[in-house]
C-alpha cells in the first residue's frame, strides 16, 4: 500500500510530556498538511508543507506545536508539555499539487489521549 | 461570520433508498466544494469536487450539486446500502492558505 502513512496509530501520554508523531507521504506528493480533528467535528487545518517548506501555519497553533519536514519527505509533529485539550486525532494528508483536483489523501491518523 | 454547517443529527434511510446531505455556508466564495468519507477512527476519504462554474456532478451512485446562488451543495447516494454508512464531510476550498475549511460531517445510518 503506498497511500499516506502515520505513526503511531494511538499515543496515550501523561499531561506536562512531549509527544511526536510522524507523517510519510504518498511518495510523489510535494505537497503535506497536517490536521486536528476532536470528535464530532471536521479536520482543523494546522500546517502545510510545500516541499521543505513550511507555508503556512495556523495561528490557533501554539508555540507547544511545531512541525518539520526536513527532507520534503516525511514530517513530523512535536507537541511539548502536552495538555488535556490538545487530546485529538492527528491528521496528515499530502497531495501532488493544486492546480488540478485538490484533493487530499489522507492518512489513517494518530490519535493522542494525553492523562 | 463565516461559518459551514451540515446537519447535525444522524440521518437514518432505509436500504434502497436515496439519501440527501446538505452543506450550507455563509460569507465564503470557494472555488471548490470537496465531499469526503470518514469511517469510524479512520482518515478522510475523498468522494467528489465541484467547481464554483458546476452545478451537478456524478460519479457511479453519487450526485452532487453545487448553487452559489444558494450557498449551498447537496450530496445524494442513489440506491443506498448499508455499506455507505459513515460520516460525511464537506469541504470549502477558497484558494487561500491552502487550507480546506470543513463542516463538522453529517452521520449517515443506512438501515437493512
Known amino acids: 500500500d503506498t497511500g499516506v502513512s502515520q505513526d503511531p496509530r494511538h499515543k496515550i501520554t501523561k499531561r506536562g510530556q512531549n509527544v511526536t508523531f510522524r507523517c510519510d507521504p504518498i511518495?510523489?506528493?510535494?505537497?503535506l498538511y497536517w490536521y486536528r480533528q476532536t470528535l464530532g467535528q471536521g479536520p482543523e487545518f494546522l500546517t502545510y508543507?510545500?516541499?521543505?517548506?513550511?507555508?503556512?501555519k495556523s495561528r490557533l497553533l501554539s508555540d507547544r506545536f511545531s512541525a518539520e519536514r526536513p527532507k520534503g519527505s516525511f514530517s513530523t509533529l512535536e507537541i511539548q508539555r502536552t495538555e488535556q485539550g490538545d487530546s485529538a486525532m492527528y491528521l496528515c494528508a499530502s497531495s501532488p499539487a493544486r492546480q488540478n483536483t485538490g484533493e487530499l489523501f489522507f492518512g489513517e491518523g494518530s490519535r493522542l489521549t494525553v492523562l | 461570520s463565516q461559518k459551514i454547517e451540515q446537519n447535525s443529527e444522524a440521518l437514518n434511510i432505509q436500504e434502497g433508498k436515496t439519501a440527501t446531505l446538505t452543506c450550507n455556508y455563509t460569507n465564503y466564495s470557494p472555488a471548490y466544494l470537496q465531499w469526503y468519507r470518514q469511517d469510524p477512527g479512520r482518515g478522510p476519504v475523498f468522494l467528489l469536487l465541484?467547481?464554483?462554474n458546476e452545478k451537478e456532478k456524478r460519479k457511479e451512485r453519487l450526485k452532487v450539486t453545487f448553487d452559489t446562488t444558494l450557498k449551498q451543495s447537496l450530496f445524494h447516494i442513489t440506491a443506498s446500502q448499508p455499506a455507505d454508512s459513515a460520516t460525511y464531510l464537506c469541504a470549502l476550498d477558497i484558494r487561500s492558505n491552502y487550507q480546506l475549511i470543513w463542516g463538522a460531517g453529517t452521520k449517515l445510518i443506512i438501515k437493512p
Open positions: 508543507f510545500q516541499n521543505e517548506a513550511q507555508l503556512e
Open positions: 511518495s510523489e506528493h510535494n505537497r
Open positions: 465541484i467547481r464554483e
